[in-house]
């Protein structure tokens, strides 16, 4: 059915053009309309379906059946309407099963989880809980129906199109192939060709118009030979995620760039003022150029005092002049050698013993919406004062720090260069922009790993390359670690941080829950949650060999004891009743010959070509 009316759409297309000379073709978006509303009203009559599947007592059997087609219906309009509307697909329709928090609320209030992944749950559980299936059912058919409602009034054009294409390609590698949001059927590869398919329907439209033959053959034929594959091997453990990626998704979000510029369509820098995590222009997925350094930091690079204030940060971050007593430096717990990490479990305190938690790498730092292992500061600078101002680590205070960098000849002359057109002193803004400048070259894009999914001349070994389908497959990984951050930064979109209660030991099978509350005690009102007990940022892979001992409190002495108490399912798979851990307590099943691929993965996620300019 779906391909028959692929194939009707295409050749109503053709035929409609076949009547206009080039100047007079007409534009495909209304076409893409009318499928989007036809597909939206499809899913909505599924979710109607599925409540009276479950009403009526159907059997488990024809229960999963209702289910699955209605995760169908949804994966075939996911990419545009989790793009138009985005908020109403997090909160009702597609969210993590996890209960949250209401952001930037006066007082804590507690959001249960709903929609798809949730209900996902309650369907595959090994005993039904009707009563709270029928419940979420009816809350999400009432979404359903509104968001119909207000698809309808709701317009779009070609530029948005495109960028819901090629935001769909990235959701499809992060979160569809990873399994990320079918938490319980494992059907995650069924679902991603058909999200696959759905982009390149509404591609191949586009392609139409195309006067260069050759680029409008190549894009059908990746997304053909990309759905091929999906189709061929859709088993979850053993699907080829890094030939996939490397083969048709990469150069696919390359090719629908090209796209759209012969197509001239106006492109998102030309209309949108504002500046976004990622960058729509870069043709690359896995390379610096694809975050945008200036949405997380402010930072204009292209400021010809940049260079200037890049040198003033690196002086400073080396420099003891910023602690009380000026006997530390930023450099003190982020040596350049071990990927600005510092080797030991928890760093030294100020005046004798040790900080609270361990001290992690800088690598791509900055690309971030919260920071500490707790979360408890929203921006950078505020980071930083954290630091200066803790009686265990600088001890300091900007009085201080001033009256010593303006009382310098050498320091007044930098932050001249660096500042030209602010003039005065050091002050707080000047200090922490400076700091972010020489941290914006800590980035590690360039790993082997980057270069191979690229599609560039390297090749993985056999371990390397099964390693990274372990992370994106049966080691579930990747559900956490995004791509192509590897980090807890949220695809597709890139504006927030996860969190994971993993239930940390105090040491490596030691089965003593390490203290430590992270983002609970963090301070910050939303994060009061009970469900926040004992949970921590995740933090990026990248240059991840380099920065033992792990975890927040350096308990875990290399990368195989962290493998290995992932493989148990943390404490609750050791036998702890921890609450709401969000690290499945099943074993992964991992074998010693996988756990060695993955380790040998995670080496080769290394990039130290920044450290030859530190």
Request: aromatic residues 12%; charged residues 25%.
């Amino acid at each position: 059915m779906k391909a028959r009316w692929t194939v009707l759409i295409i050749l109503l297309f053709a035929v409609v053009l076949s009547q206009f000379s080039f100047s007079q073709r007409p534009d495909p978006i209304e076409m893409v309309r009318a499928k989007y509303l036809a597909d939206l009203a499809a899913f909505r009559d599924q979710g109607r379906y599925f409540k009276k599947v479950l009403e009526d007592g159907a059997s488990s059997s024809d229960l999963k059946r209702a289910f699955e087609d209605l995760r169908r219906n949804f994966k075939r309009v996911e990419f545009l309407l989790d793009y138009l509307q985005n908020q109403d697909v997090k909160d009702h329709i597609n969210g993590a099963p996890l209960p949250k928090t209401e952001r930037n609320a006066p007082r804590l209030v507690i959001i249960e989880p709903k929609g798809l992944q949730r209900m996902e749950e309650l369907v595959y559980a090994d005993s039904l809980d009707a009563a709270q299936l029928q419940k979420l059912s009816t809350e999400f058919n009432y979404q359903l129906e509104q968001i119909n409602r207000f698809a309808q009034k709701m317009p779009f054009d070609d530029r948005q199109v495109f960028e819901a294409m090629r935001l769909g390609l990235v959701r499809i590698m992060s979160m569809g192939l990873s399994g990320f949001d079918t938490p319980a059927s494992e059907r995650a590869i069924y679902e991603s060709a058909v999200a696959w398919e759905a982009i390149g329907d509404c591609a191949a439209l586009y392609g139409l118009l195309l006067e260069d033959k050759a680029l409008k053959l190549k894009i059908e034929a990746e997304f053909q030979a990309g759905l091929d594959a999906l189709r061929a091997k859709p088993d979850f453990t053993q699907f080829d995620r890094a030939s996939f990626i490397r083969n048709y998704l990469h150069p696919l979000y390359a090719d629908l760039l090209e796209l759209h510029q012969k197509l001239h369509y106006e492109t998102l820098d030309e209309v949108y003022q504002g500046v976004l995590a990622f960058d729509y222009n870069s043709p690359e997925v896995f390379s610096e150029q694809f975050f945008n350094l200036e949405y997380f930091t402010g930072l204009n690079q292209e400021a010809p005092e940049f260079e200037a204030q890049k040198e003033l940060g690196k002086r400073l971050f080396f420099d003891p002049i910023l602690s009380r007593d000026l006997n530390r430096s930023c450099a003190t717990c982020h040596k350049p050698e071990l990927a600005f990490s510092d080797g030991l479990p928890k760093s030294e305190a100020l005046n004798g013993g040790f900080l609270q938690r361990n001290s992690p790498g800088l690598f791509n730092a900055l690309y971030a919406e919260r920071f500490f292992y707790d979360l408890r500061a929203d921006r950078m600078e505020s980071q930083m004062e954290h630091v200066i101002f803790s009686p265990e680590e600088f001890g300091s205070s900007y009085k201080l720090i001033f009256n010593r960098l303006d009382s310098s000849k050498a320091y007044k002359s930098l932050f001249k260069a660096a500042f030209p057109k602010l003039g005065g002193g050091a002050d707080r803004y000047k200090l922490s922009r400076a700091i972010m400048a020489y941290m914006s070259d800590l980035k590690a894009f360039d790993t082997k790993i980057d270069r191979y999914l690229r599609g560039e001349r390297t090749a993985l070994s056999p371990e390397e390359h099964q390693g990274f389908n372990l992370f994106m497959g049966k080691a579930a990984c990747a559900t956490c670690h995004f791509l192509p951050s590897f980090s807890g930064l949220v695809p597709p979109f890139f504006e927030e941080n996860e969190s994971e209660v993993l239930g940390v030991f105090t040491a490596p099978q030691s089965g003593v829950l390490d203290p430590d509350l992270g983002r609970f005690a963090g301070g910050v009102v939303q994060d009061e949650a009970p469900f926040f007990r004992h949970s921590f940022k995740t933090p990026s892979l990248r240059n991840v060999a380099f920065t033992a001992p792990y975890f927040h409190n350096g308990a875990f002495p290399d990368l195989r004891s962290v493998l290995e108490f992932y493989n148990h399912g943390g404490a609750q798979g050791f036998g702890l009743a921890i609450s709401h851990q969000t690290l499945p307590p099943d074993s992964l099943g991992l074998d010693e010959g996988e756990l060695q691929a993955l380790e040998s993965f995670l080496e080769a996620l290394s990039d130290t070509s920044a450290l030859m300019h530190h």
